[in-house]
């Protein structure tokens, strides 16, 4: 929703709050058979992508849910080498998995191909890693993809969709984990972005409810900033098949071979702990 020409504003009604980015232009709308898309310049976030009218992506602040979603599993994992990400369409979390040289192979499903074409044109740097031999894009509907799934067939899952409603909706069930923990092999981890530990503490106790009735051992919450999403305090929520969820390749984090701009290793050292907030709650 945009209050005038020079802001655009998303309202959050269930906390009664609202997050606005001064804009100069609204750069591209279409609906499209899934989901209403639009694009924004910004004065001081770069790009915008909107979807069904909440903000998904911008060019300033998509490196800390990116680093986010992908390096904590990436470096609990013991040896993840079979990667699927569920939605995911912007192509960031794809980027950051293919920086760890383990990973063999990464398939993305994400159900609306037009996220994609666009994020090639407003965030080509998102898009970075798309024509890397191990990336593989496909474009299909996340249940689907998993209830056809051969069982064992990935080391890790990541769920980066949008929120629980709409055609997300199906991700955040009890049959949808159920349907992970079989295409997982024994050792695999699901992460899954769990919206916000202010917000949401009911829908997070529900996802760990879910996870560990289909299956999985254990199940940990951590945060993270993200300036654009409702309250600017987002999480992820872990599933392991018999993984301990608290041990990560420390070495591996602390020397990795690559930059990032938020995750390192003594913030993964600090994610163990948790969300007191919900740890609380979980009890
Ligand atoms: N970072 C964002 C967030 O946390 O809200 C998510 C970014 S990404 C753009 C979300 C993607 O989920 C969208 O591209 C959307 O098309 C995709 N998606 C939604 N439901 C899906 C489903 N059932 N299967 C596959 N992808 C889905």
Known sequence: MALDEHWFTEVFEPSGS?????????????????????IYQTTEFGYLMVIDGCTMVSSRDNFLYHEMMSHPVLFTHAKPQQ??????????????VLRHPQVQHCTQVDIDERVTRLSEKYFPELCAS???????????DGVKWLQDANPGSYDIIIVDSTDPVGPAEGLFNEVFFRTCHRALRDGGILVQQSESPLIHVELIKSMHHAMRNAGFSNTHSYDFPQPIYPSGWWSATLAGKGRD???????????????????SYAKHLALIDGVPLLNTALK
């Not at 232009?25 to 898309?37: G, V």
């Not at 798309?130 to 299909?140: G, Q």
Request: glycine fraction near 6%; include cysteine; hydrophobic fraction near 30%.
């Open 18 to 38: 609202a997050f606005s980015l001064r804009i100069t232009a609204k750069l591209h709308q279409e609906q499209t058979p899934y989901q209403r898309i639009e």
């Open 83 to 96: 990667v699927l990400i569920i939605g995911g369409g912007d192509c960031g979390t794809l980027l950051e």
């Open 130 to 140: 798309n024509s890397d031999p191990r990336a593989e894009l496909r474009f299909d």
């Open 245 to 263: 969820l608290k041990r990560f390749r420390e070495s591996e984090s602390r020397h990795k071979s690559f930059t990032t701009k938020y995750y």
